[in-house]
C-alpha cells in the first residue's frame, strides 16, 4: 500500500519526502485554500517535489467547463492526476478525460456503489471517505472492506485509496483490507513513526554507549 499526504503545504511535503516513505500527494480546494496562496504555484511546487501521483481536483461544476479545467490540470506535468466529483457530471466527464488517456481520481465516494460506478468509467482512482462516514456514525472501515472485495471479484484495476483518514489504525485496517493508496494529514503520518518503547529503547541503547565509551576513556 502505498503512503500519501493529504496536503497542499509545501513544508509538509518535504518534511515526509524526506522519510522515503511518500508514495504521492491528495490535496482538495480546501486544503488549496489554507496555503492562501496562488493555487497554481501551489500546485506546481508540489508536483516538482515529489515524483508520485499529485490530484487536483477540478471546482468547475458544469461539464464543459470542468472537462476544459481538468484539461488544464493534467497539462500541468506528467504526474498530475484529475480529480472529479462522484456526481453525473463528474462521472461524464471523468469518462471523456480517461478517454483521452488523463488519469482521473473520483472523489468524494462514500458507498460501494459509487465505487462500481468509478471503476466502470476506467478512473485510475477511487476515493472512499472513510472518516467523513465514521463522523455520520456510518462504518467507514466495513465500505473499504467491501469496496476492496467488489474491485478483487470484479477484477477492476482502478486503485483504492482510502481517504479521510484520522488516526495510525485507519491506516493498519485499510492496508489489512486491501486499499492500493492510504492518504493521510501531516499529524497522521508523524504518528505512524511514534512509538514510546522506541524512544525509550533508544535512549536506553545511547546511555550504555555514552557510559561505555566514559569507561572506556578513563582505562586508556
Ligand atoms: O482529501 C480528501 C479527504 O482525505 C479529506 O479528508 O479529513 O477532510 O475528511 P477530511
Not at 472492506?145 to 484495476?157: A, F, M, P
Not at 535512549?203 to 565509551?213: I, R, V
Request: with cysteine; hydrophobic share 45%; aromatic share 6%.
Amino acid at each position: 500500500m502505498k503512503l500519501f499526504l493529504d496536503t497542499a503545504n509545501i513544508e509538509e511535503i518535504r518534511e515526509i519526502n524526506r522519510w522515503g516513505v511518500l508514495g504521492g500527494v491528495t490535496t482538495n480546494p480546501s486544503l488549496v485554500a489554507k496555503e492562501a496562496d496562488d493555487p497554481e504555484r501551489v500546485w506546481k511546487e508540489i508536483l516538482t517535489e515529489v515524483e508520485g501521483p499529485i490530484s487536483l481536483e477540478t471546482t468547475e461544476l458544469e461539464p464543459e467547463a470542468m472537462y476544459q479545467q481538468g484539461l488544464d490540470l493534467a497539462q500541468m506535468a506528467p504526474n498530475a492526476v484529475v480529480k472529479v466529483p462522484m456526481t453525473p457530471e463528474g462521472l461524464g466527464v471523468g469518462k471523456r478525460l480517461t478517454d483521452e488517456g488523463i488519469k482521473i481520481n473520483v472523489t468524494l465516494v462514500f458507498s460501494p456503489a459509487q465505487a462500481i460506478l468509478a471503476a466502470e468509467i476506467g478512473a485510475y482512482i477511487v476515493s472512499p471517505f472513510l472518516g467523513r462516514l465514521d463522523d455520520v456514525a456510518s462504518d467507514g472501515m466495513d465500505a473499504l472492506r467491501t469496496i476492496c472485495d467488489i474491485y478483487e471479484i470484479q477484477g477492476y484495476d482502478t486503485l483504492v485509496l482510502a481517504a479521510s483518514l484520522r488516526h495510525p489504525m485507519h491506516i493498519v485496517e485499510s492496508a489489512l483490507a486491501g486499499a492500493d493508496i492510504a492518504t493521510m494529514p501531516f499529524a497522521v503520518f508523524k504518528q505512524l513513526v511514534k512509538h514510546p518503547l522506541t524512544d525509550a529503547g533508544l535512549e536506553k541503547f545511547l546511555g550504555d554507549w555514552k557510559a561505555l565509551k566514559q569507561e572506556l576513556e578513563k582505562g586508556a
